[in-house]
C-alpha cells in the first residue's frame, strides 16, 4: 500500500511560519486533490483543508494548502501554542485507495 | 448537527470476526460516501474502506481485501464493516468518517470518536 511522504516533525516560534510537504505520485496527487487533518492527541482527526486550498467553515486563515505536480504543502502562518499538533495530508489514488501520508508532529517552542 | 456514532469494538482471537456500526445523523445520508480509517497505537492514520453514496462503489485497501466488507443501510442510516479472519495487525481504533462528495475522494468533514478494536491470543 503507497503511502504519501511528509517529514516526522517540524517545529516553530510563536508567530512564526512552518511549512509541511506532502509528496505523492502520478496517481494520487498528480490526479486528484489533496486534503489536509489536523489531529490533536486523543481525539479524531479535523479536516483543515481540502481541494488542495480550500478552508472548511471555522478554520482559521492562518492555514494555507497548496499542490504543485506530484507535492502539496501546508502552511501554518503566525504559529499559535494550540497548533500543536499533528498534522497529516490525504488525497485519492487512481488504484481505487485513499492513500494518507504518515503525519507531521509540530512542536510549538 | 452531524454526528456519526460507532459501536462494535472490542477484544477478539485471531481468526475471529467483528461487525463495526456506525449510525449517522443530522445530514443526507443518502447523498454522502462513507468511510472507515483506522490509526493503530502510536501510528498514523490508515484508510481500510469506503462505499459511495449510492452503495454501488465499495472500495477496500489490499490488505483487507476478501476479509473486510463494507455496507450501507438506508433505512437506519447507518454504515457497516464486517471484519473476517482477524489479525493482530487489525488492532487500532477505527473511525467512521463522512465523505464530502457521493464517492470516495479522501475528503472528509466529519469523524466518529473511533471505536477501539483489539486482536490478540
Known amino acids: 500500500q503507497s503511502m504519501l511522504t511528509q517529514p516526522p516533525s517540524a517545529s516553530g516560534t510563536p508567530g512564526q511560519r512552518v511549512t509541511i510537504s506532502c509528496s505523492g505520485s502520478g496517481f494520487n496527487i498528480g490526479s486528484n486533490t489533496v486534503n489536509w487533518y489536523q489531529q490533536l492527541p486523543g481525539t479524531a482527526p479535523k479536516l483543515l483543508i481540502y481541494?488542495?486550498?480550500q478552508r472548511p467553515s471555522g478554520v482559521p486563515d492562518r492555514f494555507s494548502g497548496s499542490k504543485s505536480g506530484t507535492s502539496a504543502s501546508l502552511a501554518i502562518s503566525g504559529l499559535q501554542p494550540e497548533d500543536e499538533s499533528e498534522y497529516f495530508c490525504?488525497?485519492?489514488?487512481?488504484?481505487?485507495?485513499?492513500?494518507f501520508g504518515g503525519g507531521t508532529k509540530v512542536t510549538v517552542l | 448537527e452531524v454526528q456519526l456514532l460507532e459501536s462494535g469494538g472490542g477484544s477478539m482471537q485471531p481468526g475471529g470476526s467483528l461487525r463495526l456500526s456506525c449510525a449517522a445523523s443530522g445530514f443526507a445520508f443518502n447523498n454522502y460516501a462513507m468511510s472507515w480509517v483506522r490509526q493503530a497505537p502510536g501510528k498514523g492514520l490508515e484508510w481500510v474502506s469506503g462505499i459511495s453514496a449510492s452503495g454501488i462503489n465499495r472500495y477496500y485497501i489490499q490488505s483487507v481485501k476478501g476479509r473486510f466488507t463494507i455496507s450501507r443501510d438506508t433505512s437506519k442510516n447507518t454504515v457497516h464493516l464486517q471484519m473476517d479472519s482477524l489479525r493482530a495487525e487489525d488492532t487500532a481504533i477505527y473511525y467512521c468518517?463522512?465523505?464530502?462528495?457521493?464517492?470516495?475522494?479522501?475528503?472528509?468533514?466529519?469523524w466518529g470518536q473511533g471505536t477501539l478494536v483489539t486482536v490478540s491470543s
Open positions: 468518517a463522512k465523505d464530502r462528495t457521493y464517492d470516495v475522494t479522501g475528503s472528509f468533514d466529519y
Open positions: 490525504a488525497a485519492w489514488d487512481d488504484r481505487l485507495n485513499v492513500v
Open positions: 481541494s488542495n486550498d
